[in-house]
């Protein structure tokens, strides 16, 4: 596609439960990025997948949190057993990683609210 | 990577040229500065980095001091279009460090007829 493609873009969900969040980066683009952002705040990374490279998952706020990247290109983001403190918007970003000079492109977000 | 400080908030009448400033005093010889904004609800674009050099691309022209402990953003004909929260970064351009971009509190901009 164009640009970065997340989905749902809204999601409701009661405390507990575990939500999937889907990132489809832009072809070709190596490195993929979540992030999420509460109401009022700024962006707080959480992790970062770069070609076959183990992920970095420094930002991972709980076990809770986890991701894959299938086939290096589609990304799933898992919060399991979520929690009021979760709702949020979830950014993905996707770049050419290995390219010099390159930027990040994010896509529109997905609107996590836990009830 | 390094911090960056910003105004939290500055106004901008349409037409007229905004300056946004950001502060990085301990900027490494190898980081980068990156500007991305945040319009309301959508998710973040990147406007423009540089190194050392003064750069300009249609959106915007980056200046940035000699001793590279400041730069700042120029929107040179600003339009309602423009407000956003406005992000100022710095960071290595190792793949390594490329994804682990330190947004902190941005600029809030707002253009006024």
Request: aromatic share 10%; net charge neutral; hydrophobic share 30%.
């Given at each position: 596609?164009?640009?970065?493609?997340?989905?749902?873009?809204?999601?409701?969900?009661?405390?507990?439960?575990?939500?999937?969040?889907?990132?489809?980066?832009?072809?070709?683009?190596?490195?993929?990025?979540?992030?999420?952002?509460?109401?009022?705040?700024?962006?707080?990374?959480?992790?970062?997948?770069?070609?076959?490279?183990?992920?970095?998952?420094?930002?991972?706020?709980?076990?809770?949190?986890?991701?894959?990247?299938?086939?290096?290109?589609?990304?799933?983001?898992?919060?399991?057993?979520?929690?009021?403190?979760?709702?949020?918007?979830?950014?993905?970003?996707?770049?050419?990683?290995?390219?010099?000079?390159?930027?990040?492109?994010?896509?529109?977000?997905?609107?996590?609210?836990?009830? | 990577?390094?911090?960056t400080?910003?105004?939290?908030?500055?106004?901008?009448?349409?037409?007229?040229?905004?300056?946004?400033?950001?502060?990085h005093?301990?900027i490494?010889?190898?980081?980068?500065?990156?500007?991305?904004?945040?319009?309301?609800?959508?998710?973040?674009?990147?406007?423009?980095?540089?190194?050392?050099?003064?750069?300009?691309?249609?959106?915007?022209?980056?200046?940035?001091?000699?001793?590279?402990?400041?730069?700042?953003?120029?929107?040179?004909?600003?339009?309602?279009?423009?407000?956003?929260?406005?992000?100022?970064?710095v960071?290595?351009?190792?793949?390594?460090?490329?994804?682990?971009?330190?947004?902190?509190?941005?600029?809030?901009?707002?253009?006024?007829?």
């Amino acid at each position: 596609g164009a640009g970065v493609s997340q989905s749902p873009s809204n999601k409701v969900t009661e405390k507990g439960k575990d939500v999937e969040l889907r990132c489809d980066p832009i072809s070709g683009h190596t490195a993929l990025y979540w992030y999420r952002q509460s109401l009022g705040q700024g962006l707080e990374f959480l992790i970062y997948f770069q070609g076959n490279s183990a992920p970095d998952k420094s930002g991972l706020p709980s076990d809770r949190f986890s991701a894959e990247r299938t086939g290096g290109s589609v990304s799933t983001l898992t919060i399991q057993r979520t929690q009021q403190e979760d709702s949020a918007v979830y950014l993905c970003a996707s770049s050419l990683g290995n390219r010099f000079g390159t930027e990040a492109f994010f896509g529109q977000g997905t609107r996590l609210t836990v009830v | 990577d390094a911090k960056t400080t910003q105004p939290p908030s500055m106004d901008c009448a349409e037409g007229r040229a905004a300056n946004l400033p950001c502060n990085h005093s301990t900027i490494s010889g190898n980081e980068y500065v990156y500007w991305y904004r945040q319009i309301h609800s959508q998710g973040p674009q990147y406007i423009i980095h540089g190194l050392k050099n003064n750069e300009t691309n249609e959106m915007a022209s980056l200046i940035i001091t000699e001793d590279r402990k400041s730069s700042t953003l120029i929107l040179p004909h600003a339009t309602l279009r423009d407000t956003a929260v406005y992000y100022c970064i710095v960071s290595l351009m190792t793949t390594d460090s490329w994804g682990k971009f330190q947004f902190g509190a941005g600029t809030q901009v707002v253009v006024t007829p």
